[in-house]
Structures are given as structure tokens and as C-alpha cells.
């Protein structure tokens, strides 16, 4: 690649360019072959085309995800072109990186359904009219199988079996499906069919990522390089977040959802929390380091600013204030929450529910605080579900409404049942 001939201004414009794009990057592969992409994106005037794909396994985006939406923000913010894959064919597959075991196939309906969502949580973040999104079934659900063979011949299987998810598995006699040797080459195709210059990534897609340059090259493309980010801890402080564990915040919950999440994470998860899920700047980040060092803190403080500065980022400005007063008043001050939603009377009849024997079972699921009469009788039985503050371990119960009640599922979940 030819080093390009720029004025005093454009090479600033490429040292200040470096400098964003790099700040919370774990790897930037290779170093030298990026920066005179850079170069000759500004020599040219050709934005960059950055890349990263979705697969819609599940229908919400987390904060893990908004890792490497917010570096492509930074991208798009820039100039260059960001391009988001959404995965229709890849989906169904499943991204083996860092499975133990094959992931269970989903529908193609399924993963349309799933996609829709994407597509609009996206934009709480990315500019829309500068965004390109495609489907990678747009050359998938016409390629001939004469295509698939040739594809399959750009990678050997020495090469695939290097990877630690899939060397792990066959040492532990786990087996490995023939489709999934598939993904990594269709992940690395569609950086063909985009011509990707950039592919950004968490770090344990790194083999995926280091394939598409394989791929393209395959092609007759110039590789494109790669840009790997860390990968953010669940709620759990354990694993990574992950909408199949549990242990995620998405981007479309309610303020106060989004704010009890964020109370819930262990203390040593709050920096990190800062420095790859919100945008503060660099000076803040420091003295947020500096505030959990200090030992007269209490780190409860800082993670409630944590709280405020998530909800703002995802719903109107000023609903993290509003989440965290009304958090306090529920935990601290030991009140439920002044906002909750409420059933009278009418409200119960139309629900098909008797004010005069309320099946508690019926009540939470009809009302949409759980999902099924199995989750409501799980949750009563754990005793995680409350009438006027006492807790009920009865899946049987049964009550008359008088007067107001108020029902607490969980941390979070409230209602209000009144007689008139």
C-alpha cells in the first residue's frame, strides 16, 4: 500500500482520527496497514467502510452491544461509512465463538422478527440517514452451491480447528456440527460482498475477524483490517453479558429497569462499566478512578451517577434523575415508588378477575408482571412476590380487594390495586 502525500492539516487530521479510534480498543491489526488506510482515506476524500455484524439471536440490544456500536459511532462521527450487517443467514447458524457447545437453530421467521427490533435500537445510538444496513442474506439466499464449494475452498480445516472454542470441544469429545465450521467463512464473505475496509468486533471474534482478510484477499481485495474490543461483564460479575444468561441491561428497558440494573452490579464492575458503556470523556473517567480509590466514598454514590449517566443516554434527558430519586425512595426510604401503574374495579373485570377472590397466579400474569402462571407460581414460591409489604409463599393465594393494595413483584415491579 502506497504511503500518501498529505498536507500539514490532513496529517493532524490523522493523528486526531488515531487517537479516537483507538481510545478502548484492545488490538488495532495490522497497525501500519490502518494508518495508511487512514492516510489515503483523507488523501482521497473516501470515507472508510467499517463494518460490524449483528446476529438477531435474541430481539434486544444490551449494553454489550453498544461497545462496538458506540466505536462505530466514533467512525461514523468521523466521516467514514459505517455499514451494519444484520446476520438473517449467520443467525441461524450461530456464532460459535466461545460456545462449549452447538447453539441451538432458530427460525428464519424468528430472526426477522428479531432483526426489526435491531434495527430500531440501533439508532438510539448511530446516525440513521448516514448508516448503510444489509442483510447478508441479500447474497446468501441466491448463491449456488457451485459458489458455497469455491467459498469453502478459501480456508482449510487445520486452520479452522485452531480455534480455542472449537480445539476445547473436541478435546472434551463435545461435538462439532459441519454448519458451524461455515460461519467464519460467511462472516468473512460478507466483508466481500461490502468490501469491508474495517471490521470491528469483541476480542473473541478475533479468528472471525483475521479470516475475512483471508477471504478478501481470496477474492482479489484488499484485506481489511481489524479492530477488536473488550468485552463487557454481566451483572453477575462473571460472565459476559448476555441476553441467554440473564444478566444484561438492554437499551429499550424503562429508566427505572435501567437504573435498579445498574445498583445491582458489583463495585469493582463500576469503572468498567464507565469506560465502555457511556461516553464520558477521558477526564471524567479519571476522576471516577480516582473517587473509587478514595476510601472515605462510597462506591453506592458513584454507581448511582453510573445509573443516571445510562438512562440519559437511552430516554429523555433528565429521566436518570427521576430514576434515581424514585429508586431511593423505594430502597432507601423504604416506599414503593410515587408512579406505578394501577387496577380498579372495571380493570379486574376486564382482566376476567373476581375483586371478591383474586387468584394472585392469575393476577401477576394477566397483568403482564410475568410471562406465564409457571414464572408467577416460581416467583411466589421463592418469595419474591409482596401484598401491602408481606410476602406471599402461597401459589394458591387468593384475596379480596379492599381499600388500596399494593403489589410488589421482584425489586422492581409494582402495581396498584384499588376498590373504586
Same mark, same amino acid.
Given at each position: 500500500?502506497?504511503?500518501?502525500?498529505?498536507?500539514?492539516?490532513?496529517?493532524?487530521?490523522?493523528?486526531?482520527?488515531?487517537?479516537?479510534?483507538?481510545?478502548?480498543?484492545?488490538?488495532?491489526?495490522?497497525?501500519?496497514?490502518?494508518?495508511?488506510?487512514?492516510?489515503?482515506?483523507?488523501?482521497?476524500?473516501?470515507?472508510?467502510?467499517?463494518?460490524?455484524?449483528?446476529?438477531?439471536?435474541?430481539?434486544?440490544?444490551?449494553?454489550?452491544?453498544?461497545?462496538?456500536?458506540?466505536?462505530?459511532?466514533?467512525?461514523?462521527?468521523?466521516?467514514?461509512?459505517?455499514?451494519l450487517i444484520i446476520g438473517d443467514y449467520t443467525g441461524m447458524i450461530g456464532d460459535p465463538s466461545?460456545?462449549?457447545?452447538?447453539?441451538?437453530?432458530?427460525?428464519?421467521?424468528?430472526?426477522?422478527?428479531?432483526?426489526?427490533?435491531?434495527?430500531?435500537?440501533?439508532?438510539?445510538?448511530?446516525?440513521?440517514?448516514?448508516?448503510?444496513?444489509?442483510?447478508?442474506?441479500?447474497?446468501?439466499?441466491?448463491?449456488?452451491?457451485?459458489?458455497?464449494?469455491?467459498?469453502?475452498?478459501?480456508?482449510?480445516?487445520?486452520?479452522?480447528?485452531?480455534?480455542?472454542?472449537?480445539?476445547?470441544?473436541?478435546?472434551?469429545?463435545?461435538p462439532i456440527s459441519l454448519h458451524e465450521l461455515f460461519y467464519p467463512l460467511m462472516q468473512g464473505?460478507?466483508?466481500?460482498?461490502?468490501?469491508?475496509?474495517?471490521?470491528?468486533?469483541?476480542?473473541?471474534?478475533?479468528?472471525?475477524?483475521?479470516?475475512?482478510?483471508?477471504?478478501?484477499?481470496?477474492?482479489?481485495?484488499?484485506?481489511?483490517?481489524? %479492530? &477488536?474490543?473488550?468485552? *463487557? @461483564?454481566?451483572?453477575? #460479575?462473571?460472565? +459476559?453479558?448476555?441476553?441467554?444468561? $440473564?444478566?444484561?441491561?438492554?437499551?429499550?428497558?424503562?429508566?427505572?429497569?435501567?437504573?435498579?440494573?445498574?445498583?445491582?452490579?458489583?463495585?469493582?464492575?463500576?469503572?468498567?462499566?464507565?469506560?465502555?458503556?457511556?461516553?464520558?470523556?477521558?477526564?471524567?473517567?479519571?476522576?471516577?478512578?480516582?473517587?473509587?480509590?478514595?476510601?472515605?466514598?462510597?462506591?453506592?454514590?458513584?454507581?448511582?451517577?453510573?445509573?443516571?449517566?445510562?438512562?440519559?443516554?437511552?430516554?429523555?434527558?433528565?429521566?436518570?434523575?427521576?430514576?434515581?430519586?424514585?429508586?431511593?425512595?423505594?430502597?432507601?426510604?423504604?416506599?414503593?415508588?410515587?408512579?406505578?401503574?394501577?387496577?380498579?374495579?372495571?380493570?379486574?373485570?376486564?382482566?376476567?378477575?373476581?375483586?371478591?377472590?383474586?387468584?394472585?397466579?392469575?393476577? %401477576? &400474569?394477566?397483568?403482564? *408482571? @410475568?410471562?406465564?402462571? #409457571?414464572?408467577? +407460581?416460581?416467583?411466589?414460591?421463592? $418469595?419474591?412476590?409482596?401484598?401491602?409489604?408481606?410476602?406471599?409463599?402461597?401459589?394458591?393465594?387468593?384475596?379480596?380487594?379492599?381499600?388500596?393494595?399494593?403489589?410488589?413483584?421482584?425489586?422492581?415491579?409494582?402495581?396498584?390495586?384499588?376498590?373504586?
Open positions: 500500500m502506497n504511503d500518501e502525500k498529505l498536507s500539514a492539516q490532513q496529517s493532524k487530521e490523522v493523528e486526531h482520527q488515531l487517537t479516537l479510534i483507538s481510545r478502548g480498543v484492545v488490538d488495532l491489526l495490522p497497525a501500519e496497514e490502518f494508518t495508511a488506510k487512514l492516510r489515503r482515506s483523507l488523501a482521497e476524500n473516501r470515507p472508510l467502510r467499517v463494518k460490524q455484524g449483528f446476529d438477531p439471536t435474541a430481539p434486544d440490544i444490551h449494553l454489550g452491544h453498544t461497545v462496538g456500536i458506540r466505536k462505530l459511532k466514533q467512525f461514523q462521527d468521523l466521516g467514514h461509512q459505517v455499514v466461545g460456545r462449549s457447545a452447538c447453539r441451538p437453530q432458530l427460525e428464519y421467521d424468528q430472526i426477522m422478527k428479531n432483526a426489526e427490533t435491531y434495527e430500531k435500537q440501533f439508532f438510539k445510538i448511530l446516525d440513521r440517514s448516514k448508516t448503510e444496513v444489509r442483510h447478508n442474506g441479500e447474497w446468501y439466499q441466491n448463491m449456488e452451491f457451485l459458489e458455497i464449494m469455491r467459498l469453502a475452498t478459501r480456508f482449510t480445516v487445520a486452520r479452522l480447528l485452531e480455534r480455542d472454542d472449537f480445539a476445547t470441544r473436541m478435546q472434551k469429545q463435545v464473505y460478507d466483508s466481500v460482498a461490502i468490501k469491508a475496509d474495517v471490521e470491528i468486533g469483541a476480542t473473541e471474534q478475533t479468528f472471525n475477524l483475521l479470516a475475512g482478510r483471508t477471504i478478501q484477499e481470496a477474492y482479489g481485495l484488499e484485506a481489511q483490517c481489524i %479492530l &477488536t474490543l473488550p468485552i *463487557l @461483564t454481566g451483572l453477575d #460479575g462473571k460472565q +459476559r453479558m448476555s441476553k441467554s444468561l $440473564g444478566n444484561y441491561i438492554g437499551v429499550n428497558e424503562p429508566p427505572g429497569e435501567i437504573f435498579g440494573k445498574v445498583m445491582s452490579i458489583p463495585d469493582n464492575l463500576i469503572y468498567e462499566y464507565f469506560e465502555l458503556a457511556t461516553e464520558e470523556p477521558v477526564e471524567r473517567l479519571a476522576a471516577v478512578k480516582a473517587a473509587l480509590e478514595d476510601s472515605s466514598r462510597n462506591p453506592m454514590d458513584i454507581k448511582k451517577e453510573l445509573g443516571v449517566v445510562l438512562v440519559d443516554m437511552y430516554h429523555q434527558q433528565g429521566s436518570g434523575e427521576q430514576a434515581r430519586k424514585a429508586f431511593e425512595r423505594q430502597f432507601s426510604e423504604r416506599k414503593p415508588p410515587a408512579e406505578m401503574p394501577d387496577v380498579n374495579p372495571d380493570g379486574l373485570s376486564q382482566l376476567g378477575l373476581d375483586r371478591n377472590r383474586i387468584y394472585l397466579v392469575h393476577l %401477576l &400474569t394477566r397483568t403482564g *408482571l @410475568t410471562s406465564s402462571n #409457571g414464572e408467577a +407460581r416460581k416467583l411466589i414460591t421463592a $418469595g419474591a412476590v409482596s401484598l401491602d409489604g408481606e410476602k406471599v409463599t402461597d401459589p394458591n393465594h387468593e384475596f379480596k380487594l379492599s381499600g388500596e393494595v399494593i403489589l410488589k413483584v421482584g425489586k422492581r415491579r409494582f402495581l396498584r390495586l384499588k376498590s373504586s
